[in-house]
Nanobody
Framework: QVQLVESGGGLVQAGGSLRLSCAAS????????MAWYRQAPGKQRELVAA???????NYVDSVKGRFTISRDNAKNTVHLQMNSLNSEDTAVYYC??????????WGQGTQVTVSS
């Protein structure tokens, strides 16, 4: 199994920034996708950003230009730099990784709360 531990969540004012980090540990395997999802109360979980082993990234439209996903393959870590945060970014953010394009392993989530 693979364990994912997120950090960096918290409370921030609108317009502020947070940097989320996720460290993967456990059985070694080739990780292709490393991604961040989020789930706000009453809403479905949505993909926020993903980065693939070769460096390709994808973002949901609502965060383009504000969020940046990055990874360190040697350390099996992934980060999400979140800038210009607004109230709609408030959610539990989950780290997820997988050997293909669909994540298989999930973190426990970290709360991000943006106050107005």
């Amino acid at each position: 199994q693979v364990q994912l531990v997120e950090s960096g969540g918290g409370l921030v004012q609108a317009g502020g920034s947070l940097r989320l980090s996720c460290a993967a540990s456990g059985s070694s395997f080739s990780i292709n996708v490393m991604a961040w999802y989020r789930q706000a109360p009453g809403k479905q979980r949505e993909l926020v950003a993903a980065v693939f082993r070769g460096g390709t990234t994808n973002y949901v439209d609502s965060v383009k230009g504000r969020f940046t996903i990055s990874r360190d393959n040697a350390k099996n870590t992934v980060h999400l730099q979140m800038n210009s945060l607004n109230s709609e970014d408030t959610a539990v953010y989950y780290c997820a990784v997988g050997s293909g394009i669909v994540p298989r392993y999930w973190g426990q989530g970290t709360q991000v709360t943006v106050s107005s």
